[in-house]
Nanobody, 121 residues
Framework: QVQLVESGGGLVQAWGSLRLSCAAS????????MGWFRQGPGKEREFVAT????????YYADSVKGRFTISRDGAKNTVYLQMNSLKPEDTAVYYC??????????????WGQGTQVTVSS
């Protein structure tokens, strides 16, 4: 069954903002570190950000540090990615994932279906 469902993608102009959401099943949300990955056109999937189970620790790719913020809401079993100052190179399909650690060294345990973010110049 579907266990991670992303939403919030869309088309935005450069320097604009978007907030992505990922609704997770309770068992996944309480068990795993949660993260976001992305895959741009013609590129490999890459790490964006992770957040610990408690929400007290986060880790970001250098390319998004200072512009993106990951957070989680335990009451809603939802993880968010607030994206500010968006650039055309942020255009990608964004995937929510359940991972084992903040610094991801093994394949994610679960993936969402992805949501498209397109940033126009």
């Amino acid at each position: 069954q579907v266990q991670l469902v992303e939403s919030g993608g869309g088309l935005v102009q450069a320097w604009g903002s978007l907030r992505l959401s990922c609704a997770a099943s309770g068992s996944i949300f309480s068990t795993y570190v949660m993260g976001w990955f992305r895959q741009g056109p013609g590129k490999e999937r890459e790490f964006v950000a992770t957040i610990s189970r408690s929400g007290s620790s986060t880790y970001y790719a250098d390319s998004v540090k200072g512009r993106f913020t990951i957070s989680r809401d335990g009451a809603k079993n939802t993880v968010y990615l607030q994206m500010n100052s968006l650039k055309p190179e942020d255009t990608a399909v964004y995937y929510c994932a359940a991972v084992s650690a903040l610094i991801v060294r093994s394949p994610p345990k679960h993936w969402g279906q992805g949501t498209q973010v397109t940033v126009s110049s």
